[in-house]
């Protein structure tokens, strides 16, 4: 979604997260509420269709090419409704209004990348499809000269080499987080910081490292994948899966049947070998379990 910026906002408490919803969607009319709060049997707002919202500017998650939305999140989605026997309807709209639109009844779902928290999932059911992790990419050569093989999970010493030079990212998510928390440590070890470069989309954070304005990228591993293939393979992870973490497809709290439905369709989508396919296509890993709203990390 780039990055996990827009992924990684704070979860609302149902109150503020209606609140908001109605600021950032506009109040309902009654006819609107009436139509919105009406469902089949399937938790439907239409019988028939399964009305998904993302937002269409994050590739390789999803992003339009050619007039279709395409991507990992598109691939996925599209499967699960046709094992449902569903039209998918799409909504794309900016991070940000996804969650309170889905409070709002506008969708019956997102299809986005939503990483799983506590306070999300008490708003929200939350059905885990895919998960990957963060990859710090740079030129070969570069990439010789700064090679580190992580400790296990310890990439502290890795990003040590990093002292004083100048790395891109996504403003705002998990990716300038550790950076910033690296930095603590930099400066507790008496050692420069490392210069972050937080741009709102992951294509400024490209144009940073292709114009020699940063030597080093931290995305998403599919992103950074995605990006890549685009350059022709004319960089290299220095290394990936950093923080690897499962993000949900997400109904309202209320619509479990829907949740449920969701649930049964990556199942049979496991068992066919296709969830397998897509996942493969697009270098991203599955999840162990489909359990809906399973125990949040934070």
Not at 126 to 145: C, D, H, L, R, Y
Not at 264 to 287: C, D, T
Request: glycine share 8%; proline share 5%.
């Amino acid at each position: 979604m780039g990055s996990r910026r827009r992924y990684l906002l704070a979860a609302l408490p149902l109150a503020a997260a209606a609140s908001l919803a109605l600021g950032v969607s506009g109040i309902l009319s009654t006819a609107e509420a009436s139509s919105s709060s009406s469902s089949s049997a399937t938790g439907l707002i239409t019988p028939g269709v399964l009305q998904l919202a993302a937002d269409f500017s994050v590739a390789p998650n999803q992003y339009i090419q050619g007039g279709h939305y395409v991507g990992i999140d598109p691939d996925i989605c599209d499967a699960v409704a046709g094992e449902l026997h569903l039209t998918v309807k799409w909504t794309n709209l900016s991070f940000d209004a996804l969650i309170p639109g889905l409070l709002a009844k506008r969708y019956d779902a997102l299809c986005t990348g939503v990483f799983i928290t506590a306070a999300r999932e008490q708003v929200m059911n939350m059905v885990p499809f895919v998960q990957w992790g963060a990859t710090i990419g740079m030129s070969k050569t570069n990439a010789t000269k700064y090679a580190c093989r992580p400790a296990g999970t310890n990439y502290t010493p890795c990003f040590m080499k990093l002292a004083g030079q100048s790395v891109a990212t996504q403003a705002g998510g998990v990716e300038q987080q550790i950076l910033e928390q690296m930095n603590t440590k930099l400066s507790a070890a008496g050692k420069p910081q490392i210069h972050i470069l937080a741009f709102a989309q992951n294509t400024q954070a490209y144009q940073a490292l292709t114009g020699g304005g940063a030597i080093a990228l931290f995305v998403d591993d599919p992103q950074f994948y995605f990006f890549n293939n685009q350059q022709h393979q004319r960089y290299v992870p220095l290394f990936s899966g950093l923080s690897p973490t499962p993000l949900a497809l997400t109904t309202t709290k209320a619509n479990t049947a829907l949740a449920k439905e969701l649930q049964s369709a990556l199942n049979s989508l496991k068992r066919s070998g296709r969830y397998q396919q897509i996942l493969k296509k697009w270098h991203v890993e599955p999840v162990s379990s489909f359990a809906i709203n399973p125990r949040a990390a934070s």
